[in-house]
């Protein structure tokens, strides 16, 4: 594996590393309360009422508890190990700076496995060592190099190696069993796990209950607790690794607010747990979308990716335009990678928005770039070709990905006009042979939709066997609640063997009679996302019991059952079986044989 060993050259300066930059918005004229910032590593979770009710209880007019006494008994329970192997501090950052200078000397030599984050080698430095990186390479996903690792361990006398698990800003991972082969074999190098980002992940297995000489854990309570402006981390080592960064730590560095909230927050751990969740959600969906676009985001199963780009500022700085900060990854040394923290649904959805918005816009531009003289030559010939513009082909796009299948509505009724103008968008469809074979049936009387919600219910419940506990729970209200929100019901039939396009495609694939009822479909559901109104597709119903409730022609064919009202929730632009992690899309090149 391609990889890099090397000393730094020892240019100390102040890091740089993610979160808002006041002075820059200013500068740009943006207003940091309109950003939605993706740059720092946080969990998306509002504190709960305990949190805050803490923080308003604290008294601050007194000096904290240097200790921090119930804050470590708090996390002394929680991880079950003493409270004397338990260092709390103003952040993990504190806790480096604190074991750089405890545990260096002039001329030491520290390890870093990179990339990474950078205070490992800053403070490294200020201590007066000389800091080596192994590091992990571009082309191979950012795998850690464990050879290339084990090989500087087994070579050199290293007084610290850090490694971030799993890695900031790569996600990457390594297995606990390695790292205490390491721990073992290489006595004289004091370890630093830093697993700052180990509560956003299932896969990789904590060191935090085992007692070395030669190792140290830090945790960060900025991160998955959403604490960072109260600053909050710990160590956990045995008190020999400890004491001497005791020894140099400032004097009440952990404010009363922050212990208080600390303890509280891990308290109420289900608050997170649940947002940790929707997190997982929310990053499936993301990945998938962006997969679906043409990107490749990086693996990860942390709060964060890494997604190659061709110019990393210059795609963060056009995110930025656009509402959205994330971090170029150039302060790692990789000029060709941005850094997304996955956010809530609101975030995705203006991620999404913005850096399909900013594809596209290139994609345009190349593609005006390489067919201007062949639109020129045609245009020239043709006055009748029409002439869109870039922002019309950007909200067309648009227009497909928010077609999306609607399950809650709100009960407004819709504009009298409105159903006939999507059902004649309906009728623009292709079909084949001409023959328009779609049949339309409003379905408006109470009794009707009661005896098609009761139809509905029983095929549900078959259909909803297969999930278990909240999940099907969750199924069936959704699917349920549309059919009696929406303010529209429209049954969809196609008449097989119509009397008009009896042509030749019908006759070789008299399917085709029943896919130009889908387009219809299509044109219809797009017509009335266009205007604002969402669609669901109801399909867990009897055909045979729909056309006898309609009393329609037996020949008929049920194709849809549609719900048809303006949507409940913000629009979205990713199917919710996908959102919720039941199902993925695929990208757009494994669809495509060329």
Request: charge should be negative; charged fraction near 25%.
């Amino acid at each position: 594996m391609t990889h890099s060993s090397q000393p730094r050259r020892q240019h100390i300066h102040e890091a740089y590393h993610g979160g808002i930059d006041h002075g820059e918005l200013e500068t740009r004229g943006i207003d940091p309360q309109s950003l939605v910032d993706l740059s720092s590593n946080i969990l998306f979770v509002e504190p709960p009422e305990t949190v805050r009710n803490a923080i308003q209880a604290a008294d601050f007019s007194q000096y904290p508890d240097r200790d921090c006494t119930l804050l470590r008994q708090t996390l002394s329970d929680r991880h079950g190990i003493d409270h004397d192997d338990l260092l709390i501090g103003n952040g993990c950052c504190e806790l480096i700076h604190l074991l750089a200078a405890a545990h260096l000397k002039q001329d030491d030599r520290a390890l870093v496995v990179g990339p990474t984050f950078s205070e490992y080698a800053r403070a490294s430095e200020l201590a007066g060592a000389t800091v080596h990186e192994v590091r992990a390479a571009a082309q191979h996903g950012f795998a850690v190099p464990i050879d290339a690792i084990e090989g500087e361990l087994q070579s050199d006398d290293y007084a610290i190696a850090w490694i971030c698990n799993p890695n900031n800003p790569t996600g990457q991972s390594l297995s606990a069993a390695v790292l205490k082969r390491w721990i073992d074999r290489h006595a004289q190098t004091l370890f630093a796990i830093d697993e700052s980002y180990i509560d956003f992940t299932e896969a990789t297995e904590s060191l935090i209950e085992q007692r070395h000489n030669n190792l140290i854990v830090l945790r960060s309570m900025t991160k998955f607790y959403a604490l960072a402006g109260l600053r909050l981390g710990y160590a956990v080592a045995s008190p020999g690794v400890l004491e001497p960064m005791r020894a140099r730590r400032l004097p009440w560095s952990v404010n009363a607010i922050a212990q208080v909230a600390g303890v509280a927050a891990l308290q109420t751990q289900s608050h997170y747990d649940e947002a940790l969740d929707r997190m997982r959600a929310q990053r499936t969906r993301l990945i998938g979308e962006l997969q679906r676009h043409g990107f490749s985001p990086l693996p990860t199963d942390t709060g964060f990716f890494l997604l190659p780009v061709e110019d990393a500022v210059e795609f963060r700085d056009q995110l930025l335009e656009g509402g959205i900060l994330v971090r170029a990854c150039s302060s790692f040394g990789i000029d060709k990678h941005v850094r997304i923290a996955v956010g809530n649904q609101t975030a995705t959805n203006r991620l999404l928005k913005v850096v399909v918005r900013s594809a596209n816009a290139t994609k345009d531009k190349a593609r005006a770039a390489n067919e201007r003289s062949d639109r020129g030559a045609i245009n020239d010939h043709d006055d009748h070709v029409p002439h869109w513009d870039d922002s019309f082909r950007e909200q067309l796009f648009e227009l497909f990905r928010m077609r999306r299948d609607v399950r809650r509505f709100r009960t407004d009724p819709l504009p009298a006009d409105s159903m006939a103008r999507w059902i004649e968008a309906a009728c623009l469809a292709p079909s084949v042979g001409l023959s328009e074979p779609w049949r339309f049936v409003s379905v408006r009387e109470p009794a009707v939709r009661e005896q098609v919600i009761s139809d509905f219910k029983t095929q549900n419940q078959r259909a909803a066997s297969q999930y278990d506990g909240d999940t099907a729970a969750h199924y069936r209200q959704l699917k349920l609640a549309g059919l009696r929100e929406a303010p529209e019901h429209l049954a969809v039939f196609v008449e097989p063997d119509p009397q008009q396009g009896k042509g030749l495609g019908r006759q070789t694939m008299p399917e085709t009679v029943a896919y130009s009822v889908v387009a219809a479909i299509q044109n219809f559901w797009l017509a009335a996302r266009a205007d604002g109104v969402g669609v669901g597709w109801v399909s867990i119903l009897r055909p045979e019991h729909i056309n006898q409730l309609l009393d329609v022609s037996p020949d008929w064919q049920l194709i849809a059952y549609l719900c048809v009202g303006y949507p409940l929730e913000d629009d979205q632009a990713t199917p919710e079986l996908e959102r919720l992690g039941w199902q993925h899309r695929s990208p757009t090149q494994q669809q495509w044989k060329r």
